[in-house]
C-alpha cells in the first residue's frame, strides 16, 4: 500500500472505487481517520454458540451448522423478488437460512461447507429459521475469533468492510494523537491508542476489547470535555461584561424586599453571580435544583441586579401561566423601587403589544417578563444586559439563544427545571458554569405517592373529597398525546368529575384557552374558588399555587418520570403533606409498573433524573434534544459514568497547563462543538 495518512482520503485507497467511495460518505466516512474511528456495532464471537435443537423462537443468539441443502426459489406474484433457501445442520436439529436477492450466494452457501450464524430466530410452518441473518464461514483456526459488525449502507458488505478497515491498520504509520502521558494510562488501565484502534476493530481477547473500549471511551469524554472547556474559556475571555460597582452588600439590600428569608444555596449562587459580573465576565450559568428550591428568587436577583444599573432585563417561561405567574408575584417588588416592568404574550391586544414594545424600545421599561412572544422580531430592547430563560428544557438551543441575540453582551441564565444527573450536566452544559440549589426553603418537604388501578378510581374520588373537606385544594391532569394535550379528555373528566363529586367546585384549564380565560381559571384556583382544578400537562411548568395539596394523574405511564416528578412538585408547597395519585391504566404490564413503583419509592429528583436516564438511556437525550454537542460515537454517559468524571478532571487539569494554541494543534480537529 501507498504512503498513508490520517487525512488520506478513501478514494486514494487502491480498494476503494468511485462507487464504493460514495457508499462509504452515506455513513460520513471521507478520510482513514473517519474509518478508523468507525466503531463496531457489535462483534461476532465465534466461540459462543447454541445447539441448533435448543434454540427458541424470538432469540436472537448464534450457532454453527453445516450447509445440508439449498434451493433458490421466486416469490410467485412478485417474480422480481427471488430467494435462498438454505438448509442447515449441527446433528441436534435443522434451521432454515432465509436470503433475499442475493442469488450469488448460492456459490458461497456450498453442500458440506460449515458456517457460523447469528440472527433472530423465528418459527415459519412449524420449522425455525432465520432471515437475512450474518454468516461466516468457520474456520478451525484461533485467529480472529471475535468479528467486529459494522454499520452499511448500500453496496457495502461486512467482508468488504473489515478488509479495508484491517487493510488501514496494517498499512498506517501515523496514529492520533496519544491523549495522556505514559503513567497516567498506566494508572487508568488504558493502554496506547494504537492498541486501542487494533483491538476494538479486531480484538484478540475479550480483556483486550475491553482495555481497547475503556482508552477509545475515555479518550472521546476528554475530548469533548476539552472542547468544552476551551469554549467557556475563550468566550469568557472574549466578553466584555459591563463591570458595574455593585454594592457590598447588595444582596442583603434584596433580601430586605422579600417576605422570606433566602436559604445558604440561593444565597451562594447569588454570590456566584455578582463575582462574574464584577469580574467583568459574560455569565453563562445553569441553576438547577430540586422542584420547589427557589429558582425563580435568584432568576428575579440577577434581573433586579441588572435593571438597578439602568440596563434591561428580560425573564422568558415557556407557559403564559407560567410567565404571568411570574409578573404578578414580583411586579409590586419592581413597582417599589420604580423599576418599570412589562409583560409581553402573543395574546395580548395588538395595541397593548405595541405601547410595550415601543416601551422596550426606547428603553423606559427595564424588566420584561414573557414567553416566545419575546422571541419575536419585532421586538428591539435598547439595552438589553441578562437574558433568563427558566425551564429550559422547554425551549431548543436556538430559542434559547434569539433572545440572547437581542443585545451586545448579554448576561445568560438559564433555570433548570429539575435536578440534572452530573453526567448528563457535564455532557451537555459542559460549557456553561453550573450553580445548584441543593436545599428546599421550608426544610424538606413531603409529598406521598399512590398507585391506584383504574377500576379503583371511587377510592380516589373519596380521597379527594375529603381532602376537599379538609380545605385542600388539588389538580386532576390527563395526560398528552403524542406530544400534544388531550383536550378532549380533559374535558370528558372535567364533566364527569362534576357529576360525581357535585358538592365540589372544579373548573377546567387547558392550552387551547384564551389568555383571558385561563388567568381568570387561574385566579379562580388561588383564591379557592375552585377546589379542583383539571387540567391537561400545561400546569406542569412551575405552577406555585402553595395551597394546592393534591394531585391526580390520569393514564400516568404515558408521563415520563421527570414530568411525574415536576407534576408532583405542585403540591405539598405550603410545608403541609402533599399527595401524589397515579392512576396507570396498564396496571398488569411490569415494565410500566416498575418504572412507576420506582418513582414512588423516591422523592429525590437527583434520584429519579438518574433513573429516567437509565431507562431511557442516552440515545434518547441525544436524539430528541438538540444540544450543540456531536453525538458520542462510543461513550455511553450511562455506563461510563466514571470514566466521563475522570475525563473532565484531567481537562480541568489540562486547559490550566496546556496552552490553547498547543490544544487546538493536538485535537481540536477532532471536536465540532457548534453551540
Ligand atoms: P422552583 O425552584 O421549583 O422554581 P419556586 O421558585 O417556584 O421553585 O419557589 C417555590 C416557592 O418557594 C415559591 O412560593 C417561593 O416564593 C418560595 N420560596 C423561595 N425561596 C424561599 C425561601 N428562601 N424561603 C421561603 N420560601 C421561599
Ligand atoms: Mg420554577
Known sequence: MMNITLETPLEALPSVGEKRAKSLKKLGLNNLFDLLFLFPRRYLDLRNFKKIGALVPDEFTSVKGKVMAREEQRIPVRSRVSYLKVAVSDGSGVLFLVFFNQPYLKDIFSIDKEFFINGRVEVFKGRMQMINPLYEEYRQVKKDWILPVYPLSSGLTQKYMRKLIKAVLENIEVYPHEILPLGDRHNLNIPNIKFALKNIHFPMSDINLEKAR???????????????????????????????????????????YLPFNLTAPQKKVMEDIIADIKEGKIISRMVHGEVGSGKTVVAVFALWLIARQGYQSALLAPTEILAEQHYINWQKFFLEQNIPVAFLIGQLPEAEKNRIRNGIKSGEIKVLVGTHALLSEALEFKNLKISV?????????????????????????????????????????????VSVIGELPKGKRQVISYIFPVEEKDKVY?????????????YFVTPAIEGNENIESAIKEYERIKEIMPEISVSLLH?????T?????????????????????????????PEAAYVVIEQAERFGLAQLHQLRGRVGRAGDVGYCILIPYSFTDKDIMERLESFIKTESGFEIAEIDLKIRGQGDLLGVRQHGVPPLRIGNIVKDMELLGIAREKAEKVIKEVSVDILKEKFLKEVFINE
Open 462 to 474: 373519596e380521597f379527594v373529597k375529603y381532602q376537599v373537606s379538609q380545605g385542600k385544594q388539588g
Open 511 to 515: 392550552g387551547r384557552m384564551s389568555y
Open 389 to 433: 430563560v427558566d425551564e429550559l428544557h422547554k425551549f431548543g438551543v436556538k430559542q434559547r439563544e434569539r433572545l440572547r441575540e437581542k443585545g451586545e453582551d448579554v448576561h445568560y441564565i438559564m433555570m433548570s427545571a429539575t435536578p440534572i444527573p452530573r453526567s448528563v450536566a457535564l455532557t451537555f452544559y459542559g460549557a456553561l458554569d
Open 214 to 256: 475503556n482508552y477509545l471511551v475515555f479518550r472521546e469524554f476528554f475530548i469533548l470535555q476539552l472542547g468544552l472547556l476551551l469554549k467557556k474559556k475563550t468566550e469568557q475571555k472574549q466578553g466584555k461584561g459591563i463591570i458595574v460597582d455593585i454594592e457590598k452588600d447588595a444582596i442583603k439590600v434584596f433580601q430586605s
Open 517 to 545: 380565560e385561563k388567568d381568570e381559571i387561574m385566579k379562580g384556583f388561588r383564591e379557592k374558588k375552585a377546589m379542583a382544578l383539571v387540567a391537561t400537562s400545561v400546569i406542569e411548568s412551575g405552577i406555585d399555587v
